[in-house]
């Protein structure tokens, strides 16, 4: 029987609230808090007792893999911190930085202060002085780097009282390769001067909320992103940023909250980072049995997102083991479950969906991650078998193929104590299959 105009007021609100790219804010009544649960890494709580444990100052790493709720994890932290009486700044990295481009630490320590400036500046807080702006074009001056070196294109006047400079870092190679040459041997002395416009910024601050401690979240410099031709530069400056500069990147008075890419837990051992991981579905043992907890907490998820008896009207007959068809398939990835159930709904021409329909959006959405090339299959594989990150050596190429890998979901990152991983299972029967072809027959 075709869809009803009822079935389709149905159908329409449920679609619009399965959008995979949308986050959530915690008040949200279609939020589920999945890492809710005993014996559950909640991501969110370990950044937050860090913060609560810390003596007015840290200096925190946060990352997720794309579609992985970090977005809605850091507005989960941001409301924590506020109910607990932080005062919580925040800035996204790419209004500053190019995520193509290599990033020295002095244009980071730039964007740093500069970014603080303008979170203060939203705050409403008067730091009584010029922003960081203007302050870093007078530190340019005192230390006798000529503005008009640097800067061949931008109007000297407006560079001098930083209007241009924020526009000029984030989309001027030659520019940022200029500025970092011109203070290379100056590293030491600008962190002094950004400390001291931290320290400025952090006395302001008490002047207006005495005793508070203050959180500064950094995000989204996890989306820094080698194209093929900056692939090796662009990879060696992040691994430098965050093993050679680590300590630069601390700052006295303030909680540092950075999102950074989470390949880095592959390269660099000693970097402590919380990453968030995929709700897991299945065991890491030989025949992947099911993980019941997991696969009912994406069901809890699932029911806030579809409404009251949603899932039953677009389910029945034999609802939960649709449902749980869908949600092992997802791999336990939000956006993934999210795509899987957008994608029934935009095939199904009657309600209950049938398991005919099911199998369509499935097939679909495996499309996207189609086709895989025989390297990629083998790499693939070895990771399905060994469920282990797959680098053996830390070369731009094999990271920056581990990076696409796991933010097209194609590899799952998960934990259950230890940290493992594992692909996709959309992927998996593909995989096996490409593999098993370029074996050597053994038929005589």
């Not at 520019?175 to 002395?189: K, M």
């Not at 677009?314 to 609802?319: A, E, I, N």
């Amino acid at each position: 029987m075709p869809l009803t105009s009822d079935d389709k007021s149905f159908l329409k609100p449920i679609y619009n609230r399965l959008k995979p790219e949308e986050a959530l804010d915690p008040g949200d009544i279609r939020y589920e808090n999945v890492y809710d649960r005993p014996d559950c890494d909640d991501p969110t709580s370990e950044i937050f007792s860090k913060i609560e444990l810390s003596s007015r100052e840290s200096t925190l790493f946060f990352s997720g893999f794309s579609g992985s709720g970090k977005t809605t994890e850091l507005r989960r932290l941001h409301k924590r911190l506020v109910d607990e009486n932080y005062l919580v700044l925040y800035a996204d990295a790419l209004d500053y930085i190019n995520p193509a481009l290599p990033i020295q630490i002095s244009d980071l320590l730039i964007v740093l202060a500069g970014a603080f400036s303008e979170a203060l500046e939203a705050q409403g807080i008067d730091i009584g002085r010029e922003s960081y702006w203007t302050r870093f074009c007078n530190y340019l001056i005192n230390t006798n780097v000529e503005l008009k070196e640097i800067s061949q294109k931008v109007d000297l006047d407006l560079l001098k009282v930083g209007l241009g400079l924020k526009l000029e870092l984030r989309s001027t190679p030659s520019f940022r390769e200029r500025l970092a040459l011109a203070i290379a041997d100056r590293v030491g002395s600008l962190r002094d001067d950004v400390l001291a416009f931290f320290e400025d910024g952090y006395k302001a601050i008490q002047r207006e909320h005495d005793g508070k401690e203050v959180v500064f979240i950094f995000d989204s410099l996890e989306q820094i992103r080698a194209s093929v031709s900056t692939e090796q530069a662009v990879i060696q400056s992040v691994e430098s940023l965050f093993s050679n500069h680590v300590r630069m990147l601390s700052i006295p008075w303030l909680h540092m909250v950075y999102t950074v890419p989470p390949w880095l837990k592959c390269v660099l051992k000693g970097v402590n980072m919380t990453v968030i991981p995929c709700i897991r579905t299945w065991n890491n043992d030989a025949h992947r049995d099911k993980c019941h907890d997991g696969i009912r907490v994406l069901r809890e998820f699932v029911h806030k997102r579809l409404g009251p008896g949603g899932a039953e009207r677009l389910f029945v007959p034999d609802c939960q083991e649709k449902l749980d068809q869908l949600i092992i398939l997802s791999g336990g990835h939000f956006r993934d479950l999210l795509r899987l159930l957008r994608t029934l709904i935009e095939k199904t021409q009657s309600l209950p969906s049938d398991q005919r329909t099911l199998d369509r959006a499935i097939l679909d959405v495996r499309s996207t991650f189609l086709p895989i090339a025989v390297d990629d299959a083998v790499w693939l594989d070895r990771i399905a078998l060994e469920r282990a990150s797959p680098l053996t050596r830390d070369s731009p190429a094999d990271i920056n193929r581990l990076t696409k890998f796991l933010d097209s979901h194609v590899v799952l990152f998960l934990r259950n104590g230890e940290e493992w991983y594992d692909i996709h299972p959309l992927l998996r029967e593909e995989v096996s299959r490409i593999v098993a072809a370029q074996r050597p027959s053994t038929e005589s």
